[in-house]
């Protein structure tokens, strides 16, 4: 069983930033892809950015250049860093994992507010 532990949601202006962390343990055999998808009531969860165990990178178009992903050399952390947030980025975003399964964490909740 693999579990995925997201942190570092929460509520900011417009123009902010914010950083989500996800650490994966448990009986991990190794990830092909991380990633952060995010999703908002009434719509389909969508991705927003995935990275490979070869460090490509892919980023949906509305946050070119505003979000990075990375992560740790073990490739078990994966962090999104989100700059100039818009309220249009307001949703639960949810860490992914593919790798001999497909892993979900819990969510957490960005809000996006004057």
């Known amino acids: 069983q693999v579990q995925l532990a997201e942190s570092g949601g929460g509520s900011v202006q417009p123009g902010g930033s914010l950083r989500l962390s996800c650490t994966a343990s448990?009986?991990?055999?190794?990830?092909?892809?991380m990633g952060w998808y995010r999703q908002t009531p009434g719509k389909q969860r969508e991705l927003v950015a995935a990275i490979t165990g070869g460090g490509y990178t892919s980023y949906a178009d509305s946050v070119k250049g505003r979000f990075s992903i990375s992560r740790d050399r073990a490739f078990k952390t994966v962090n999104l860093q989100m700059n100039d947030l818009k309220p249009e980025d307001t949703a639960v975003y949810y860490c992914?994992?593919?790798?001999?399964?497909?892993?979900w964490g819990q969510g957490t909740q960005v809000t996006v507010s004057s």
């Open positions: 992914n994992a593919r790798g001999g399964g497909e892993y």
């Open positions: 448990g009986r991990i055999i190794s990830f092909g892809t």
